[in-house]
């Protein structure tokens, strides 16, 4: 089985600042790890994701994550924050038919 | 190309009414995933399509759920005898398959409401 732990409900930045939101996974085998972005009343968008390749993922919108087998983590951050990266943001591990375990999700709000 | 759709967006209805929600997944995607997001429970998993194989229905919360996906396409989650603790968004993504087959799009919801 598998599962992905967000150590963070909520995370309050200003805005130039950096983002750091936390997630640790658990996994029988080599994980596919995902984070999704959930702006509010809106669908999920995939932010980046890591299959198995490079260790540090870019993803869109300034945002990278590190894969870290050894602590089973895969942190998503970005260098300066801006007023619209305020939204939900899931970490989620996939099985092996793609079934996503999501985490409880991390709010982020921007302080101006 | 067009996204994963979904309708309606919003549904409001009485308690022990039956629904049913469709998702009309990308074009060539073989793989269709139903999820429920609900504030006590989060995100979780209801059910797997792939291709023609038999679904994985491991996530669904009870017998009141079930789905089907006709020609390989167009699925449709029906809910029998709809309780309170059924509202919440119910979400569809769909996966194609293959070398670049990992990463699932998501539809924008439908909103239930079960009064």
């Known amino acids: 089985a598998q599962s992905v732990t967000q150590l963070d409900s909520h995370v309050s930045v200003s805005e130039g600042t950096p983002v750091l939101l936390r997630c640790n996974y658990s996994?029988?085998?080599?994980?596919?790890l995902f984070w999704y972005v959930q702006h509010p009343n809106k669908g999920l968008q995939l932010l980046l994701k890591?299959?198995?390749?490079?260790?540090l993922v870019k993803g869109i919108n300034g945002f990278e994550a590190e894969f870290k087998k050894s602590e089973t983590s895969f942190h998503l951050t970005k260098p300066s924050a801006h007023m619209s990266d305020a939204a939900e943001y899931f970490c989620?591990?996939?099985?092996?038919?793609?079934?996503?375990?999501f985490g409880a999700g991390t709010t982020v709000t921007v302080r101006a | 190309g067009a996204g994963v759709s979904q309708s309606p967006s919003n549904k409001v209805t009485e308690k022990g009414k039956d629904v049913e929600l469709r998702c009309d997944p990308i074009?060539?995607?073989?793989?269709l995933y139903w999820y429920r997001q609900s504030l006590g429970q989060g995100l979780e998993f209801l059910i797997y399509?792939?291709?023609?194989?038999?679904?994985?229905k491991s996530g669904l919360p009870s017998d009141r759920f079930s789905a089907e996906r006709t020609g390989g396409s167009v699925s449709t989650l029906t809910i029998q005898r709809t309780q309170q603790e059924d509202s919440a968004v119910y979400l569809c993504?769909?996966?194609?398959?293959?070398?670049?087959?990992?990463?699932?799009?998501f539809g924008p919801g439908t909103r239930l409401t079960v009064l």
């Open positions: 890591y299959t198995s390749a490079a260790t």
């Open positions: 993504a769909s996966r194609q398959t293959g070398v670049q087959g990992d990463t699932q799009y």
């Open positions: 996994s029988s085998y080599s994980p596919s």
């Open positions: 989620v591990v996939s099985d092996r038919d793609y079934k996503l375990s």
């Open positions: 399509f792939q291709g023609n194989s038999a679904p994985d």
């Open positions: 074009s060539g995607h073989t793989a």
